[in-house]
């Protein structure tokens, strides 16, 4: 395989640091990604002045990413303090100052926030990338993983934005799985980089959604099913034996503690046919019952503050009708857009319709996998699945199966269709 990227750590002496630079210079590489280990753990900086101006001067104009964490992006300033994401970004700014192309200040050793967030700045734009905080002692050689991550995703192809994205999600995934290895003695132990290769020995999810799951997605209505008599978990029961391939618990009119009973029950059964269960709206029921993870609309909580909630393994989706929506869905961390009002629908007021056009829009400009939603059913699905953009998974439907008198007989009809749609479309 070629790879053609370099990556560098902090450089212990200016001699090497020179000699980099001439053999960069000298054989210039497509990128380059530099992870300025300039600060140990315990605070100490272990670049002098002489490195450090080696380092400004001729590595940073070269570089098409570093990434300092606030340590050292306040060692590379000269010493000013870093407190709050306010401050990260005018550092990022003031780094990109000196010649870098992009930056990425890394904000784990924040004091006080609930998740990790990091800022990234490409000279016109910032982007604040959240993750959850994992509580564990095996956090040494995150940064120095994080950028190779990086370098590897740019020599795949990746965009900048992309490769910084995909490389956080594989330290959260790693930190997550490694959260509990005892290794050594010291204060700090390793984390682990082959969960990928060991996938099945830990209880750890590694990829939270299967984005086939997403192909009939059903979403469940308290009051449908209390029209037509029937408990919330028979009709999950009956959507999934007819082909439901994930479900989704909306019950805006349900008491919390009804609400989580009935969690459970429908758990229970989702966990029998391996189907993922997602909560609408209420994060405190998600982790109450250990769901599978939640849909969040745009004045729901926002998705970046329910990911470190919820933490690294569970699913978010996101309803976005707009392509700014759902870029931010991405950097947010979601796993999944819900994109609609394709038709309009009685089930939710005031929705305002996007059409074919407006979900193709939304496909395009989404780097997430895609449900479509809105007065979906047996008469238009197929109008849907043939939109012809492969990042549309599949559709997300209330009462063309719940609000019928039998949800198996109506989940199958649908879910023909859509096998149907989906095989012509191939
Ligand atoms: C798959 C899917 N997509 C969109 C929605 C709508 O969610 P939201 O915008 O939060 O609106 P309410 O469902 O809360 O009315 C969804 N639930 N599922
Ligand atoms: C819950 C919901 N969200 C929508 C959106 O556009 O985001 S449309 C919708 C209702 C979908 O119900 P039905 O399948 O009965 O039309």
């Not at 550092?91 to 990109?96: E, N, R, T, Y």
């Not at 909560?279 to 849909?295: E, F, K, S």
């Not at 690294?312 to 961390?333: L, M, N, R, Y």
Request: charged share 20%.
């Amino acid at each position: 395989m070629h790879v053609d990227v370099v990556k560098t750590g902090m450089l212990p002496s200016l001699g090497i640091v020179k000699v980099l630079h001439k053999s960069l210079r000298e054989y210039p590489v497509p990128a380059l990604v530099v992870d300025p280990v300039m600060v140990s753990t315990s605070g100490d900086v272990l670049a002098g002045p002489s490195i450090l101006a080696g380092f400004r001067n001729e590595l940073l104009p070269m570089a098409d990413l570093v990434t300092p964490n606030i340590k050292e992006a306040s060692v590379l300033l000269g010493g000013v303090q870093l407190e709050s994401v306010s401050d990260m970004r005018s550092a990022a700014k003031l780094i990109h100052d000196m010649g870098p192309r992009n930056v990425l200040v890394k904000g784990g050793h924040l004091p006080d926030s609930l998740d990790a967030i990091d800022v990234f700045f490409d000279g016109e734009s910032f982007h604040e990338l959240h993750s959850s905080r994992i509580k564990t002692r095996n956090t040494h050689g995150t940064g120095c993983t994080l950028a190779s991550c990086i370098a590897a995703e740019l020599a795949k192809g990746s965009s900048m934005l992309s490769a910084v994205k995909d490389a956080k999600h594989f330290i959260e995934t790693a930190l997550a799985y490694s959260r509990d290895i005892i290794i050594g003695k010291g204060a700090q132990g390793p984390f682990d980089h082959h969960f990928r290769l060991k996938n099945g020995q830990s209880s750890c999810r590694l990829d939270r959604l299967n984005p086939n799951d997403l192909l009939l997605y059903a979403v469940t209505d308290s009051g449908m099913n209390r029209k037509w008599g029937r408990s919330i978990a028979d009709a999950v029961k009956s959507s999934i034996e007819g082909g439901a391939t994930i479900i989704q618990l909306r019950e805006k009119d349900a008491e919390t503690r009804e609400f989580l009973e009935a969690a459970k029950a429908c758990l229970e059964i989702c966990r029998l046919h391996g189907v993922p269960l997602l909560i609408n709206d209420r994060i405190d029921v998600a982790l109450a019952c250990d769901a599978d993870g939640v849909h969040v609309g745009q004045s729901d909580m926002p998705a970046h503050v329910a990911r470190s909630l919820l933490g690294p393994e569970k699913i978010i989706g996101v309803s976005c009708k707009t392509p700014e929506q759902a870029q931010q869905a991405w950097i947010d961390g979601a796993d999944y857009i819900g994109s609609g009002g394709v038709y309009p629908t009685n089930t939710k007021e005031n929705n305002r319709t996007i059409g074919l056009d407006g979900l193709r829009t939304v496909c395009l400009a989404s780097k997430l996998p895609v449900v479509a939603i809105g007065g979906i059913g047996t008469s238009n699905v197929r109008a849907v699945m043939e939109i012809g953009v492969p990042n549309l998974k599949g559709v997300a439907v209330v009462s063309a199966l719940f609000d019928r008198e039998c949800v198996l007989t109506e989940t199958r009809k649908l879910h023909a269709v859509i096998m149907e749609a989906t095989s012509l479309v191939k």
